[in-house]
C-alpha cells in the first residue's frame, strides 16, 4: 500500500517537474520570438506616430490567423489549405504597417521640396529659424506637418536644428532629408547663408524626382510585364477550375497538390523579385 502511494507520489512529481519545466521553456522561447517579431513593427509604428503597443500588433496578427484559418476551412474544407492560408493572413496587419509606413514616407519625400522653399520664404521674411519651422508645423499638410511638430518642439528644448533632423531621418529615412542634413552641418561648420542652401537643395532634389519620374515612365512597361507573367498561373488555375472543378480538386485537397502550389507561389516570388531588381535603377 505503501509502495503504490509512493510510485503516485513520484509519478504526480514528475509529471509536475515535466509541466513546469516545459512551460518554462515554452515562455523563454516565446519571449525570444515575441521579440524578435515586434522588433520591425515597433520601428514602423514609431515612424508612422502611433501609440499602438508593439504586442497589439502581435495579437492582430494573432487573431488574423485564426480568421483566415476559420474561413479557409469553410470554403476549403481542407485543414492543410485552411492551415497555410491561416498563417498568410497573420501576417497581413504586419504587412499593412509595412505598407502605411512606406507609403507616408513616399509622400514625406514628395512634401520635402515645398518645405525648404516655404523655409527659405520664411528666412526671407525676417523669421527666424525656429519661427520658420514653426510656421511649417501649422501650414504644410500631413506627414510633414506632424513631423514638423516635433522638430519645432524639440528646437524649444534646446536642440539644434541639425540634430532634430538626424532625429527625424531616424524615424523616417530619406535620402534627400540626409542631404539637408549634411548641408546643414557644413553650413554650420564653415558658414553660408541657411536661404540660398535651402533653395539649392530644393532644386536638386526636384531636378532629383524629376529623373526619378522619368526613370518610372521608362520601366513602367517592364513592371507590368512582370506583373501579368506572375497572374497568368493564378488566371489559368481559376480557369480550369472553373471548366472542370474535379480535375482541379485534387490541387487543394491533396498533400500533393499543396506542395506544388507551395513550390509555384515560391517561384512566382523569386520571378517577381528578380523582375523588380531588373526594372529599378536607382539615381
Known amino acids: 500500500m505503501l509502495l503504490d502511494i509512493a510510485v503516485i507520489v513520484a509519478t504526480f512529481v514528475g509529471v509536475l517537474s515535466f509541466v513546469f519545466i516545459g512551460l518554462q521553456m515554452f515562455s523563454k522561447k516565446w519571449e525570444s520570438y515575441e521579440e524578435k517579431y515586434l522588433e520591425e513593427p515597433e520601428v514602423n509604428l514609431q515612424a508612422a506616430l502611433l501609440t499602438i503597443p508593439p504586442q497589439h500588433v502581435l495579437y492582430l496578427s494573432s487573431l488574423s ?11 476549403l474544407s481542407s485543414l492543410m489549405g485552411a492551415s497555410i492560408f491561416g498563417v498568410l493572413f497573420g ?14 514616407s513616399k509622400r514625406f519625400g514628395e512634401q520635402l521640396v515645398d518645405a525648404l522653399i516655404s523655409l527659405s520664404n520664411s528666412l526671407r521674411a525676417g523669421h527666424s529659424l525656429p519661427k520658420a519651422v514653426d510656421l511649417l508645423s501649422k501650414e504644410a499638410a500631413d506627414p510633414m506637418r506632424q513631423e514638423m511638430r516635433i522638430v519645432a518642439q524639440e528646437m524649444r528644448l ?73 497572374m497568368l498561373p493564378v488566371l489559368l488555375a481559376l480557369a480550369v477550375n472553373y471548366i472542370d472543378p474535379q ?24 520571378g517577381m523579385k528578380i523582375i523588380q531588381k531588373i526594372v529599378t535603377i536607382r539615381v
Not at 490567423?65 to 470554403?75: D, Q, R
Not at 499593412?96 to 507609403?103: E, I, M
Not at 532644386?203 to 507573367?229: C, D, F, H, P
Open 65 to 75: 490567423g485564426i480568421v483566415g484559418y476559420f474561413l479557409s476551412y469553410a470554403l
Open 91 to 104: 501576417f497581413f496587419p504586419k504587412i499593412g504597417l509595412n505598407l502605411y509606413v512606406k507609403n507616408r
Open 158 to 230: 534646446g536642440e539644434p536644428l541639425e540634430e532634430a533632423l538626424k532625429h527625424l531621418h531616424a524615424r523616417l529615412p530619406n535620402e534627400d532629408l540626409e542631404l539637408v542634413i549634411t548641408a546643414i552641418s557644413i553650413a554650420g561648420e564653415v558658414g553660408g547663408n541657411l536661404t540660398e542652401i535651402f533653395d539649392r537643395i530644393a532644386e536638386t532634389i526636384r531636378e532629383r524626382q524629376k529623373i526619378e519620374g522619368r526613370i518610372q515612365s521608362l520601366t513602367a512597361q517592364g513592371k507590368a510585364q512582370g506583373w501579368v507573367v506572375a
Open 247 to 270: 480535375l482541379f480538386r485534387p490541387m487543394y485537397t491533396t498533400v500533393a497538390g499543396w506542395v506544388l502550389i507551395g513550390v509555384v507561389i515560391v517561384m512566382e516570388l523569386i
